[in-house]
């Protein structure tokens, strides 16, 4: 697999216009909306509706000859995600995928530039090749590698639910019990009485001792 760091100096916008996706006006204008609303290149597109986020990795992949891909085609190692910090994949905009000698896959959204590829070959140690994905699956898989880090922190509304009935009864006095209702009793037709439960016989006095009964016979004879 050849390293993919050289495959092109052309901007998105540029081959985005080469493929007849774009016109000069609307690369202007994109342009002017990634300035004001401080947005990525192909988000500002997407929003302006002058293309699909599909129609960029299309255009990307082709041009550059790289691969299309999807985050969840790959399980990613902890290791490698602990390559980079989270900050740098969200600015860049790619995901470290596998990593197979000194050869480290990556996931990106765009082209990245040189300086960028030089430090993502600095903090791997290899040569990088890149797929090439849709921004808004790259961030849903980041979302999800780092909830998965740092999962059990936030507790969720059920969690929190829990938590409180729990806390609730652990402050109740002990040797109290919460009421509970006693379910209503039904009636039915005198024809149809249900069995009724024989009341428990009274508890029989204790026996007397037996030497007690020994005397009485005694005073019989």
């Keep these: 697999m050849a390293d993919s760091t050289q495959a092109t100096k052309k901007r998105v916008e540029e081959i ?4 007849g996706l774009l016109t000069e006006e609307q690369i202007r204008e994109t342009l002017a909306e990634q300035r004001r ?7 500002a597109l997407v929003q302006l509706g002058y293309v699909t986020e599909e ?3 299309g255009a990307l992949s082709k041009h550059c000859a790289l691969p299309f891909m999807k985050s969840d085609q790959y399980e990613i190692p902890k290791e490698i995600l602990d390559t980079f910090p989270e900050t740098m994949l969200r600015e860049y905009q790619f995901v470290p995928l596998d990593r197979i000698g000194n050869l480290l896959t990556i996931l990106g959204a765009t082209i990245l530039d040189r300086d960028v590829l030089r430090e993502i070959q600095r903090l791997s140690g290899c040569q990088i090749y890149q797929y090439v994905g849709t921004w808004s699956d790259i ?7 780092y909830k998965k880090e740092g999962e059990g922190e936030d507790l969720t509304s059920l969690g929190r639910l829990l938590l409180t009935e729990e806390q609730a009864s652990s402050e109740q006095p002990a040797g109290e019990s919460a009421p509970t ?3 209503a009793p039904t009636e039915t037709p005198d024809a149809v009485q249900p069995p009724t439960q024989k009341e428990a016989p009274p508890a029989k006095a204790p026996a007397k001792k037996r030497k007690g009964l020994l005397n009485l016979f005694r005073k019989k004879k």
């Design 181 to 183: 209702e006693q379910p």
């Design 37 to 43: 609303a401080n947005l990525f290149l192909n988000e």
């Design 55 to 57: 129609q960029i990795a």
């Design 139 to 145: 961030r849903r898989a980041i979302d999800r590698l």
């Design 16 to 19: 985005l216009w080469a493929e």
